[in-house]
């Protein structure tokens, strides 16, 4: 089922929480909804759900507006941020509850139950628990319940709430590839919520950046990732290098500027689009000085600060790193590989 | 320093001290009287006193106003706890107040107000007359004050606990298509069975004990609107010391009663004991 958002706006009181939004996701799409915590992502999602009323705009699911109806009829299954298990009931019963409460006409009979919980119990690999209460569950283990109990009901949308917010990493890597290969399966049309710009381009197939309940951009993780509308856009998916530079009238950049030419121009540059040399070059210009530097991990990453005593942060892999003989305190100069820069950014 | 250990020690002693002087006068020792004049004329003439038609039609009074009372409340509070909880709306500080009511104003002058709202010159009186049924100095009274004075136990045991587990279970619910019905019945209700099941018991209690305002809506016509309290009241006036005693170690048999299904709920709710274990543990 396709979703489309026109104009939603919320306020809690005087707090705007969202602001004007406008977006629709495909039939079958995977969609992430990624911001900073109080950006508005929990709200937009009870809206579509219906937990939430918005104040202006409307809810579209393929094409009837559902803005004023109960969300029980809009075929919504919902994964909570904390789960939100029945607590009393075992976990077959929490998946069953779904088909139990249907209408009589409507609800498959007991056998039938069975099967299903059962079904879907061993998609998410958990059926041996079938008898276990919540709370003896392990974090990840009530997420999966929490999931198969959405899926029961068939639903035609999927929302969910940050679904590996309180994982540790390990955990919550190997469950979003996991849920990827689901939705592969499965395809139902879904929006899942996150602040963590790594999961969202790895899992989603486009991204919705929210910053304080507005919109900086739409569109799949590589145009997210690779050209990035909005300062904000590109510094939440990633580190950054802010650069007030010089450009000058032929349109060359220079980063040791003479203040006298050209105009100024702030560049922003990803910590693995720069490049470290023992000597001064024209490809090379920039002085700093090593701060720190981190081995451990894929990347070796250097901490350094320039002559004016800004913070630059550089990532090169361990072979470059040998070949270099950096140390802690060293003079090196610094160049540029490729960077970004933004039309009219106000208060940036 | 050996001064200060001791000083600190000597002041825990007389906290004790007192603390178990205070349980001994006001607990102990009037329950031991009242145990003690109760037999004091053996055993015999108390299962005579216990027995006899009068205190016999005052058990089952009682029970009878229980059992209109107890259900009425325990709806009542269900209501009244999932409004307070689930919803937001002007007015609930205003409401919690109301709940208190009943704690805060003397049960005579709750009495005083049925009986000045239903007599014949009182402000529902005429249409109560009308009707023709008869409800000061007679059964509906009696029971009226008794839900008037009982009505916040349940509300106030669960109000707490439904707030402390908020709506998410309930919004779950609502987003796999339970009606409102279900949601109640298969899911708030469980999660607060024990919380509901403490709050009719103290209900229970409260409503088999009540004096004040049933004592001043009865009338004391006697074989008609005579509950157990009021019993031990027109013993005691009759100066039936024996008897007065053994309908009251009744009350207070009743009284011991809910003390240990207080115990026992909080021993089976899981809840109650996984808050323990927070509380103590961390
Ligand atoms: N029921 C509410 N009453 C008042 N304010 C609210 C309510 N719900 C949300 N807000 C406010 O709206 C803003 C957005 O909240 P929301 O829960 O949508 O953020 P979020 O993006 O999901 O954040 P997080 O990543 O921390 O979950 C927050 O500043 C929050 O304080
Ligand atoms: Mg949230």
């Known amino acids: ?348 | 320093m050996k001064l200060k250990k001791i000083f600190m020690f000597s002041f825990r002693f007389i906290l004790v001290f007192i603390a178990l002087c205070f349980l001994v006068l006001f607990l102990v020792i009037p329950l031991f009287v009242v145990f003690y004049n109760a037999f004091s004329k053996g055993i015999g003439m108390y299962w005579g006193n216990i027995t006899r038609e009068e205190t016999i039609e005052a058990i089952f009074l009682t029970l009878k106003i229980l059992i209109v009372v107890l259900p009425l409340n325990t709806i009542f509070g269900i209501a009244c706890a999932w409004y307070i909880t689930k919803y937001k709306f002007r007015g609930k500080k205003l409401l919690l107040t109301f709940l208190d009511l009943p704690f805060t104003v003397s049960p005579v002058v709750a009495g005083t107000v049925f009986v000045l709202l239903f007599s014949v010159n009182g402000l529902l009186g005429g249409i109560v007359e009308k009707m023709n049924i008869q409800i000061i100095f007679a059964f509906p009274g009696m029971v009226l004050a008794t839900i008037f004075i009982t009505f916040p136990f349940v509300a106030r045991e669960l109000i707490p606990i439904m707030e402390e587990q908020g709506q998410e279970m309930e919004e779950a619910g609502r987003m796999l298509g339970a009606r409102t019905w279900q949601i109640l019945l298969k899911i708030t209700l469980p999660n607060i069975r024990w919380a509901l099941f403490y709050g009719m018991v103290l209900c229970s209690a409260r409503c088999v004990g009540e004096f004040g305002a049933v004592s001043v809506v009865s009338g004391h016509i006697r074989g008609k609107t005579i509950t157990i309290p009021l019993e031990v009241e027109i013993l005691y006036n009759e100066y039936n010391l024996v008897g007065a005693f053994g309908v009251a170690s009744l009350l207070c048999i009743i009284g011991l009663i809910s003390l240990i299904f207080r115990k026992w709920i909080e021993k089976r709710d899981p809840q109650n004991l996984y808050r323990q274990i927070h509380r103590y543990g961390d």
Not at chain 1, 1 to 26: H, P
Not at chain 1, 94 to 112: D, Q
Not at chain 1, 311 to 327: G, M, R, T, V
């Open chain 1, 1 to 348: 089922m396709s979703i489309e958002l026109i104009d939603v706006s919320k306020k809690f009181g005087t707090f705007v929480a969202v602001d004007n939004v406008s977006f629709s996701i495909n039939r079958g799409e995977l969609l992430a909804l990624l911001g900073p915590s109080g950006s508005g992502k929990t709200t937009i999602l009870r809206i579509i759900a219906g937990l939430e009323k918005a104040d202006t705009g409307s809810v579209i699911l393929e094409g009837r507006d559902v803005s004023r109806e109960d969300p029980r009829d809009r075929g919504i299954g919902f994964v909570f941020q904390h789960y939100a298990l029945f607590r009393h009931m075992t976990v077959f019963e929490n998946v069953a509850f779904g088909l139990r409460v249907k209408p009589r006409k409507l609800r498959p009979s007991e056998p039938e139950i069975k099967k299903r919980v059962m079904d879907l119990l061993s998609l998410v690999q958990l059926d041996f628990l079938a008898h276990h209460y919540p709370m003896q569950l392990s974090g990840g283990q009530r997420q999966r319940v929490a999931l198969a109990r959405a899926l029961a009901i068939q639903p035609s949308i999927l929302l969910l709430d940050e679904p590996f917010g309180s994982l540790d990493a390990r955990v919550r890597k190997e469950l979003r590839r996991w849920l990827r290969k689901l939705h592969d399966e499965i395809h139902v049309t879904s929006v899942f919520v996150t602040h963590d710009q790594e999961e969202a381009l790895e899992v989603s197939d486009r991204v919705v950046i929210m910053n304080q309940g507005k919109i900086e951009q739409i569109g799949t993780p590589e145009e997210v990732y690779f050209s990035p509308q909005t300062p904000f856009v590109f510094q939440f998916l990633g580190d950054v290098n802010l650069f007030h530079a010089r450009e000058l009238s032929n349109g060359e950049i220079v980063f040791i500027p003479d203040e006298s030419k050209g105009v100024e121009k702030k560049i922003f540059v990803r910590p693995n689009q720069i490049s470290i040399s023992l000597t001064h070059s024209r490809n090379n210009p920039i002085p700093a000085t090593i701060q720190y530097i981190n081995t451990a991990g894929p990347m070796v990453k250097i901490e350094l600060m320039d002559k004016k005593g800004n913070p630059l942060l550089a990532f090169i892999s361990i072979d470059e790193y040998h070949e270099l003989h950096l140390k802690k305190n060293m003079e090196v100069f610094l160049g540029v590989k490729s960077h970004h820069t933004f039309e009219n950014i106000p208060n940036f």
